[in-house]
């Protein structure tokens, strides 16, 4: 099946920094690329949705400020946590769909993960 | 609003039986509902895809039904084995041509030996 890498898998980080996760779809080309934070025990929440060459639609409550979104190429997403603080301590997930293969059916297919630590 | 609501919330199972995880929703209009399998500290993959007029789907021992009138599904787990320990989400998209997904927060299925 279709490859969505996302790296890196963990990172720590001091609060105030920045950090900057990436996403690839390894075998297809994604027009769109979903970022999802997930708290422990929690269902994946929807950030936003990124459009290549375009820019990000945040879903109500999310900063765009904070969370910058870069889709500069089919293949690759970057989100990136901007001045971090503790209580961005989170599981990040993105999720991408095949370009050509564009369905309401279409499966999603998500990267690993990367669990964010703030300290 | 758009829900989907996920029983049990956890369960644990001894290795070899059988188990069934409920899914209801409320999405609407409905497209299709995906089961997806999350192991800790990774991403959902995919189980199986169902669309309105799909009622059952089957992926090796796991098989899901759908009752697209009563907004039900269940996935069912046979000869259950230690690593099918996980997260078990239920994903419904809502809408011809919309990628709109909602999200259950899932059933930790525990399989002990």
């Known amino acids: 099946g279709a490859v969505v890498s996302q790296h890196p898998s963990w990172v720590i980080c001091k609060s105030g920094t920045s950090v900057k996760i990436e996403c690839r779809s390894l075998?297809?080309?994604?027009?769109?690329m979903f970022w999802y934070r997930q708290f422990p025990k929690q269902s994946l929440m929807l950030m936003a949705t990124?459009?290549?060459?375009?820019?990000?639609?945040?879903e109500q409550g999310v900063e765009k400020d904070k969370f910058l979104i870069n889709h500069a190429s089919l293949t690759l997403s970057t989100l990136t946590v901007t001045s971090a603080h503790p209580e961005d301590s989170s599981f990040y997930i993105c999720?991408?769909?095949?370009?050509?293969?564009?369905?309401?059916?279409?499966?999603?297919?998500f990267g690993q993960g990367t669990r964010l630590t703030v300290v | 609003k758009n829900q989907v609501e996920q029983s049990p919330q956890s369960l644990i199972i001894l290795e070899g039986k059988n188990c069934t995880l409920q899914?209801?929703?409320?999405?609407?209009?409905?497209?299709?509902l995906r089961w997806y399998k999350q192991d800790t500290g990774r991403g959902p993959v995919s189980l199986t895809i169902?669309?309105?007029?799909?009622n059952t789907k089957s992926n090796g021992r796991y098989t899901a039904t759908l009752d697209a009138d009563t907004k039900q599904s269940s996935l069912h787990i046979t000869a259950s084995q230690l690593s099918d320990s996980a997260s078990y989400i239920c994903?419904?998209?809502?809408?011809?041509?919309?990628?709109?997904?909602?999200f259950g927060k899932g059933t930790k299925l525990s399989v002990i030996p």
């Open positions: 999720s991408a769909r095949d370009r050509i293969k564009v369905s309401s059916r279409t499966e999603a297919f």
């Open positions: 075998d297809f080309q994604a027009t769109t």
């Open positions: 990124s459009n290549e060459g375009s820019k990000a639609t945040y």
């Open positions: 899914c209801n929703y409320t999405v609407s209009p409905f497209s299709n």
């Open positions: 169902m669309t309105f007029s799909e």
């Open positions: 994903v419904v998209s809502g809408g011809a041509g919309s990628y709109q997904l909602t």
